[in-house]
């Protein structure tokens, strides 16, 4: 598969097919966030509010190193299409979901659909466009990923306050329907001559195999079990087992998931902590603001996300500037620095915010976090990959993106684990004085609670001389829940010192003007 024989029209459409398969993959990762609340108060299922987001990033974490390879052996086209096709129907299905439990799974399908969308699309980029043409088009792909991450939150609040939250899901069908047909009649055939290559099956299912009870025992701790109980240290004893049996099987595996190589380079492993550290922040921010917006300050969905967009905005630009002074100072580690300071004010700066908190400041708040963001995220990338060979580029790329997907990943469980715990205990101590016990018992329901549209029926219910109790009571649950979410803000300018501290360690090597070719 190379451009020789494609005409400019077929060019046009492959792109158009290309950017339409990331907008879909990425578009899905932003537009859920400001849904949640409403998903979660339809579904009952406040306990596993961050799990349809972690299910989605886990999935994307450890198929997308996978299909890669499958796509090398039998063919982009194949694998490009396959995933357009599940990616439907994980969309179709949680759009269906009667319960938490079946969103969740269903995100998973999704998930393997996207990391098909994602890793592909790059691939068959380098495939079809020589180096000298592949950065343009790798920037167009670029720019349909910043459009998903400007327009999802304000989309999905749109929808869920327009349409219904299953929407969110609906909504991909047509596009992907688009993608799929282009994808056919466009994509020309392409077969690898890597067949007999031996994909690391096994390290990759003792990669999941480890990762998933990590992240159940984190969800559930303080939670459905103690800390101290024998359920949560058997998860994480386990699971600690089977990174080690990962460790082991990637040392013998031909063609590892993750070659264990990398970590000898110490600014591999620094730039891989700090992405998982700077991620792991970024998720603080777009699951529970929203959650924030909504549920103490009293906003629709489609405000939610409309405050979601400055950090998006924020971050592009600041990560654009931050390329253009990389590649003309030829250095990063004091700009990282800068990065790093930045992102830890905007962290301190969320963990102000209360129930009395204006547009205006969580605004700015969101602003500031996306310029720290954005200075900081290219540096990893570039430090990493000019630490490598041109040969090792894949493999390093691949690396620094799975720690970026796995501190999302893993921060959403820790995350939900201290929100739900914090809840828990903060709405025992709310006081209830004459008001009927069905309504007291539906107001202490975090799921409840994070709908503003159903504490407006409750109350419209309500007889006016309850009113006034009723006004008291849902200030208390306010406080709690926004003392719950600032428990979260606390623990990210935590990571932020964290992040701060380790970039000194990031070693500093002049960016080359050539690719390493050994």
């Not at 620094?400 to 809840?423: P, R, W």
């Not at 003392?483 to 002049?510: A, K, Q, T």
Request: proline share 4%; aromatic share 8%.
């Amino acid at each position: 598969m190379t451009m020789t024989n494609l005409s400019k029209k077929q060019v046009v459409l492959i792109m158009v097919g290309l950017m339409f398969g990331i907008l879909l993959a990425s578009l899905d990762s932003t537009i859920v966030g400001t849904a949640m609340p409403k998903i979660i108060e339809a579904l009952k299922g406040f306990d596993y509010y961050t799990w349809p987001v972690i299910s989605y990033l886990l999935c994307i974490t450890i198929s997308m190193p996978l299909f890669g390879k499958l796509a090398d052996i039998y063919g982009y086209k194949k694998i490009y299409v396959i995933g357009v096709v599940i990616f439907l129907a994980g969309s179709v299905l949680c759009g269906m979901s009667q319960n938490m439990i079946q969103l969740i799974c269903f995100r998973g399908v999704q998930g393997i659909g996207g990391a098909v969308l994602i890793s592909n699309t790059m691939a068959i980029i380098g495939v079809l466009f020589s180096p000298a043409e592949r950065a343009k088009y790798m920037g167009f792909m670029g720019s349909a990923g910043a459009l998903a991450s400007i327009i999802g939150p304000t989309l999905g609040g749109y929808i869920t306050d327009n349409l219904s939250w299953r929407w969110i899901f609906y909504v991909n069908v047509p596009v992907g329907i688009i993608t799929l047909v282009i994808a056919l009649f466009s994509l020309p055939e392409h077969e690898e001559g890597e067949a007999k290559k031996n994909i690391d099956f096994l390290g990759a299912a003792a990669l999941i195999v480890s990762l998933i009870p990590m992240l159940l025992a984190f969800t559930w701790a303080g939670n459905k079990y103690d800390w101290s109980s024998v359920q949560i240290i058997s998860m994480l004893v386990f699971s600690a087992i089977m990174l080690v049996i990962f460790g082991l099987i990637e040392r013998k595996a031909e063609d590892p998931i993750i070659p264990l190589s990398l970590f000898k380079n110490s600014i591999f492993n620094i730039s891989a902590i700090e992405m998982f550290l700077v991620n792991a922040v970024m998720m603080g921010a777009s699951i529970f603001l929203p959650l924030f917006v909504q549920a103490v300050v009293g906003k629709s969905a489609s405000k939610a996300g409309a405050i979601m967009t400055p950090m998006m905005l924020s971050l592009l630009v600041s990560a654009a500037v931050s390329g253009g002074v990389i590649s003309k100072t030829q250095k990063y580690k004091i700009q990282s620095w800068i990065g790093y300071v930045i992102t830890g004010i905007g962290a301190v700066m969320f963990s102000f915010l209360n129930e009395s908190s204006s547009n205006s400041e969580i605004i700015m708040d969101m602003i500031v976090l996306g310029i720290g963001m954005g200075i900081v995220i290219p540096i990893l990338s570039t430090a990493a990959q000019n630490a490598f060979s041109e040969k090792q580029m894949g493999v390093v790329t691949s690396g620094i993106q799975f720690f970026k997907l796995l501190g999302s990943t893993i921060a959403s469980a820790v995350f939900g684990t201290v929100l739900n715990s914090s809840m828990k205990n903060g709405l025992e101590s709310v006081k209830v004085d004459n008001l009927p016990t069905n309504i007291t018992v539906i107001l202490k329901n975090p799921s409840t609670i994070s709908n503003p549209t159903v504490i407006q029926g409750i109350k419209a219910k309500l007889p006016k001389e309850l009113l006034p109790i009723f006004g008291k009571m849902m200030e208390q649950i306010k406080h709690v829940l926004s003392n719950s979410i600032h428990d979260v803000f606390i623990i990210c300018v935590g990571i932020s010192v964290i992040s701060l501290v380790s970039g000194f360690f990031l070693r500093e090597i002049p960016l080359a003007k050539a690719s390493k070719k050994i």
